[in-house]
């Protein structure tokens, strides 16, 4: 039997823009959005850039307030960010993310491996041997090597802040794990190695994926179904084989046939629309 | 073809822009770099050659942490504090290592532009997009506020930012992260720079935008022989964009090609490892091909080739000789059985091609 691990239903978010005047001062990023994953599951999410994945996404692990809608986790309502620290702990346990900026994410004062190890601290009771353990494992499931797990994100390389993020998330085994253009900044063999843990870890647990990416290709390797998103809307769903084989919508089409490949052709906005 | 003293010999292939008779806009000569690591200087760039020509687009790809940003940063003398480094490093055939003060100032500004790869951790928090901006046309070119705002407005909506007007007046946290990536290129592009250093400029674009800010830079090479140093992930892209391409690894160039070529026929092992890991867009393969081993880090690497580790051609050669990058085939490689291994490399990868499902 497949549980819902998560239910978004009739997702919407109004953001009010800075210094605007009355009446051009709203910005609908999320406009009726809803999806279910089930225990297991993995859901893309693509689209174009500013749709509204990332304010999605802050609506899941409760940083965004939605402006309407519901959202359910692990049989929660989980819709109003919490306040109490237990309560946001307890959100821990159930979904965690690795957002698409990982600089700003990380504290600048921790090393790789004290990041990894307070979200041991703050999930589970282990002695410190067992957790220095976990770190050295979770990190080389990523691919860092000792000096990377102890150095500052100042002093790591894009792609290595990146997976010091994914050991984080991962570390505290979470229901639920959204992926914001989270393998991005890895080379393709790295990222064959981090996509190819996500499978494992999927199929032992049983844990359940949102995944944010620009790269089909990525998609296709990750996801079960896919939802397209053009200004805060769905334009298309369905599973990842529709989407990527035979896609429908004229967006999904275009977004399709522009992947770099053999007979591709940059075009600018206003040459494609004449 | 022309071809100067004290070059390695290669052929058609790689110097292709060079038979055009131009001369290099950057060139760099055995950079090395070391940085303070817990008070120790490390190795991360290992003895980097390569040159760009006006007009070119040259590719850096490589390893997670092989230092393609750090070459990056090099060349716009933006290293870290206690950075250490020594080679060559010409722009236009200047120095530009011992740069500092107000030459250093022109050399950032009117020479080359750098796109930051982590577009938040490069912009202030509490300014406003306007004024990052225009900060360096009204207070370095001497441009008007309201003429900087103008164009500002301009280059957003080139890269697909409609709303200009009101994005200038908001803050990085307003903006999503492909919003503020193309505010970073558009920054870059203000400048009107001869170089635009590049580091993975549109891994937060889909891919219809990133079309479209492939297509200005296109245009700007060709109509001002703007030159680009294009770091990225995405060997599709880098092939489709770029004249030619060099491969890193662990603070090396391990093959230097025409990107066509590097895409068709690698040379080095670790490039041809590395193609055999992409994901396809058309078929889900049960199982990626991760190269097995760890990443090595610059300083770590032993004598002889820093990929023999991990390398399935590995031959007791490979890691008693020094390995130089050679011309081969008309490509540069750093692997003493580039030779025997041309045409071999690809093959597993077509095996694994058939058996996916
Ligand atoms: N805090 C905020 N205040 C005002 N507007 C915001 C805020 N956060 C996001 N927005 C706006 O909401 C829209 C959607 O942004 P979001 O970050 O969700 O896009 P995205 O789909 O993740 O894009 P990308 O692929 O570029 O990361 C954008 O127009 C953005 O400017
Ligand atoms: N300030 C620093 N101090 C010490 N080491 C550093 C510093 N910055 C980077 N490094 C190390 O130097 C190496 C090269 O870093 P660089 O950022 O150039 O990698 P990269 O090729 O751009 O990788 P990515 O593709 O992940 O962005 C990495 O191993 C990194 O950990
Ligand atoms: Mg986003
Ligand atoms: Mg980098």
Redo the contacts with the bound molecule.
């Keep these: 039997m497949h549980e819902q691990v998560i239910s978004a239903e009739g997702l919407r978010?109004v953001?009010?823009?800075?210094g605007a005047s009355a009446g051009d001062g709203k910005?609908v990023?999320?406009d009726d959005i809803s999806f279910m994953v089930s225990d297991g599951g993995s859901l893309a999410?693509v689209?174009?850039?500013?749709?509204?994945?990332?304010?999605?996404?802050?609506m899941l692990v409760g940083l965004?307030r939605p402006t309407a809608g519901r959202i359910v986790i692990a049989g929660q309502d989980r819709t109003k960010p919490c306040k109490r620290s237990s309560k946001r702990q307890a959100r821990g346990r159930d979904i965690q993310i690795v957002f698409?900026d990982p600089y700003s994410s990380l504290d600048p004062r921790q090393t790789a491996a004290q990041s990894i190890e307070e979200v041991l601290k703050l999930h589970f009771s282990l002695s410190r041997a067992d957790r220095a353990d976990r770190v050295q494992r979770l990190a080389g499931q990523v691919g860092l090597d000792e000096r990377q797990v102890g150095a500052r994100p100042r002093a790591l390389s894009g792609g290595q802040r990146q997976r010091v993020a994914i050991a984080r998330a991962l570390a505290a085994e979470p229901k639920a794990l959204v992926l914001?253009?989270s393998v991005a900044s890895l080379d393709v063999s790295i990222q064959a190695q981090i996509l190819n843990l996500l499978a494992d870890i999927r199929e032992q647990t049983r844990i359940s994926y949102v995944f944010?990416s620009?790269d089909l290709a990525v998609v296709r390797q990750v996801a079960d179904h896919v939802l397209v998103?053009q200004h805060?809307r769905a334009v298309e769903s369905g599973s990842t084989e529709q989407i990527l084989g035979s896609p429908e919508h004229p967006y999904t089409k275009l977004l399709r046939s522009s992947v770099p490949g053999r007979g591709w052709k940059p075009a600018r906005r206003n040459a494609r629309q004449a | 073809m022309s071809s100067r003293t004290g070059e390695p010999p290669v052929d058609s292939n790689v110097s292709a822009a060079r038979a055009t008779g131009s001369v290099p806009l950057l060139e760099l000569r055995d950079l090395r770099l070391d940085l303070p690591v817990n008070g120790e200087l490390k190795r991360v760039l290992h003895d980097v050659s390569l040159e760009v020509f006006p007009g070119e687009a040259f590719g850096l790809v490589g390893e997670s942490g092989s230092g393609k940003s750090l070459t990056a940063r090099s060349i716009a003398r933006l290293l870290p504090r206690g950075a250490v480094s020594s080679g060559e490093i010409r722009f236009d055939g200047e120095s530009v290592m011992d740069l500092s003060g107000s030459a250093l100032r022109r050399h950032r500004i009117g020479a080359v532009s750098m796109i930051f790869q982590d577009p938040r951790a490069h912009t202030n928090p509490v300014r406003s997009i306007g004024d990052f901006l225009t900060e360096v046309l009204v207070k370095e070119l001497g441009v008007p506020a309201s003429e900087a705002r103008r164009r500002a407005v301009q280059t957003l909506g080139e890269v697909g930012i409609a709303d200009g007007e009101r994005?200038l007046r908001?803050?990085p946290?307003?903006?999503?992260?492909?919003?503020?990536?193309r505010v970073m290129i558009a920054c870059a592009l203000l400048a009107e720079p001869r170089l635009i250093l590049a580091d993975e400029p549109t891994t937060?674009?889909?891919v219809i935008t990133q079309s479209e800010v492939i297509a200005i830079l296109d245009e700007l090479r060709r109509e001002r022989g703007l030159a680009l140093l294009f770091i990225t992930h995405d060997l599709e892209l880098a092939a489709a964009v770029c004249d030619r391409s060099a491969v890193m690894y662990a603070g090396s160039i391990v093959e230097l090609q025409t990107s066509q070529q590097l895409n068709n026929e690698p040379l080095h092992p670790y490039s041809a490892a590395l193609m055999a890991a992409r994901p396809s867009v058309d078929v889900t393969s049960r199982r990626l091909a991760a190269i097995s081993g760890r990443p090595l880090s610059a300083f770590e690497t032993p004598f002889g080739c820093a990929f023999a580790g991990r390398c399935p051609h590995r031959q007791p050669r490979c890691v008693e000789t020094a390995q130089e990058l050679r011309a081969v085939a008309g490509g540069l490689v750093r692997c003493c059985r580039a030779e025997e291994l041309r045409g071999l490399l690809t093959v597993g990868e077509e095996a694994e091609v058939q058996t996916r499902a």
């Design positions: 978010k953001f009010i823009a800075r910005i990023a999320v999410i689209g174009e850039s500013g749709s509204g994945k990332t304010t999605v996404a802050r965004t698409q914001d253009e944010i620009h998103m805060g | 994005r908001q803050y946290h307003e903006l999503s992260g492909g919003m503020l990536q937060a674009l889909d």
